[in-house]
Nanobody
Framework: VQLQASGGGLVQAGGSLRLSCAAS????????MGWFRQAPGKEREFVAA????????YYADSVKGRFTISRDNAKNTMYLQMNSLKPEDTAVYYC??????????????WGQGTLVTVSS
């Protein structure tokens, strides 16, 4: 599975962005997927995850109520809708496949990352 993340950019605090993660491969619909982020000088951290069907979704406490993860298996694409963005959301966002929930070590496939910058 190859993953391509897109949709990052510069936005003011309180604004919104939608990230996309396009996947290649016929087995996309069988994988759990997730979003992770890494801010400068910090470790990569869990943001949100979704199971293969979209029926189970998981969020980090820091984004709960502001971010929504979804997927469209027909389009081999996963999304992260980010609302009410804060400067502390600034990071490179990575999509990943093959894992479950927040267990970062279980994810086998990673995209290249897309930069989100939130100005105050």
């Amino acid at each position: 599975v190859q993953l391509q993340a897109s949709g990052g950019g510069l936005v003011q605090a309180g604004g919104s962005l939608r990230l996309s993660c396009a996947a290649s491969g016929r087995t996309f619909s069988s994988y759990g997927m997730g979003w992770f982020r890494q801010a400068p000088g910090k470790e990569r951290e869990f943001v949100a995850a979704i199971n293969w069907s979209g029926g189970n979704r998981y969020y980090a406490d820091s984004v709960k109520g502001r971010f929504t993860i979804s997927r469209d298996n027909a389009k081999n694409t996963m999304y992260l809708q980010m609302n009410s963005l804060k400067p502390e959301d600034t990071a490179v966002y990575y999509c990943a496949a093959g894992g479950r929930a927040q267990r970062i070590s279980e994810y086998d496939y990673w995209g290249q990352g897309t930069l989100v910058t939130v100005s105050s």
